[in-house]
């Protein structure tokens, strides 16, 4: 599997634009988004990327990846929380649809069962973009997880919850909700994004190493829709390249 490889500087560019192209061929776009580090910059490009290519969102739907349980509602750490503030708030006009997971009523599984049936009444995924954890993970689908792991309540690993620490949720939560990776292959494009020199190692095993569910990003290598678009840092295990 080879990764798109970008020079760090103009990935985020990159990745905008093609979320633009996309856009522009379905303006209805069903397309589940990531948290955390890796999607800013894109998210930062992405109102003026669309404006340039005089797309919108306003027919799209966002569908959310994971969330955090035990966070209040409006936690700046929540994922909801930060998909809104770094993108959806950005955006003008709104995405035309939002689906996310109800974490704040009782019962959490129930909220996934109501999550993948609003996925399902929306026509299901045009486009997963996905984060590439340190470990692994895609989602919230920690290490162990199988190919036709369903959307459901997850325990966090470790390495997860150092990172929610660094979103601003001291302490860590300890579970969470997450697209399984069964709803994940079921998208008709994957795009799995790493960058940065940390995600080197990790990366390096997601497309090299063996398909295990102990490395749940390589099971993406099964998809006939995946890109991966990495930046040369990430690429090439810490160095810019030169050429
Ligand atoms: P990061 O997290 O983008 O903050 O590195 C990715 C992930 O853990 O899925």
Excluded at 34 to 42: F, K, S
Excluded at 83 to 97: A, H, I, K, V
Excluded at 207 to 225: F, I, Y
Aim: with cysteine; aromatic share 4%; glycine share 10%.
């Amino acid at each position: 599997m080879k990764p798109e490889i970008v020079p760090a500087a103009a990935w985020p560019d990159r990745v905008a634009l093609l979320l633009a192209d996309r856009l522009e061929a379905k303006p209805d776009l069903v397309v589940c988004l990531p948290t955390g580090a890796t999607p800013l910059p894109v998210y930062r490009r992405l109102p003026a990327t669309l404006l340039d290519r005089r797309v919108s969102m306003a027919r799209a739907t966002v569908v959310m990846l994971d969330e955090y349980l035990g966070l209040p509602s409006g936690h700046p750490a929540r994922c909801d929380s930060q998909l809104r503030s770094f993108l959806l708030d950005q955006l003008d006009p709104r995405p035309g649809g939002f689906v996310g997971f109800d974490v704040d009523g009782p019962d959490p599984a129930a909220a996934c069962v109501a999550f993948d049936a609003a996925v399902t009444a929306v026509g299901g995924l045009d486009l997963v973009v996905l984060g590439l954890g340190r470990n692994g993970h895609v989602g919230m689908n920690e290490p162990g997880s199988a190919g036709d792991a369903p959307t459901r309540v997850v325990r966090l690993a470790p390495s997860t919850r150092a990172s929610a620490i660094g979103y601003g949720a001291d302490p860590p939560p300890t579970h969470g909700v997450t697209l399984g990776m069964a709803g994940i292959l079921a998208a008709r494009e994957i795009w799995l994004l790493a960058t940065g020199a940390p995600k080197a190692e990790i990366l390096h095993r997601a497309l090299d190493g063996p398909v295990t569910p102990e490395v749940p990003a390589s099971l993406l290598r099964h998809h006939s829709g995946l890109t991966v678009i990495t930046d040369d840092i990430a690429a090439t295990g810490g160095s810019p390249r030169s050429d």
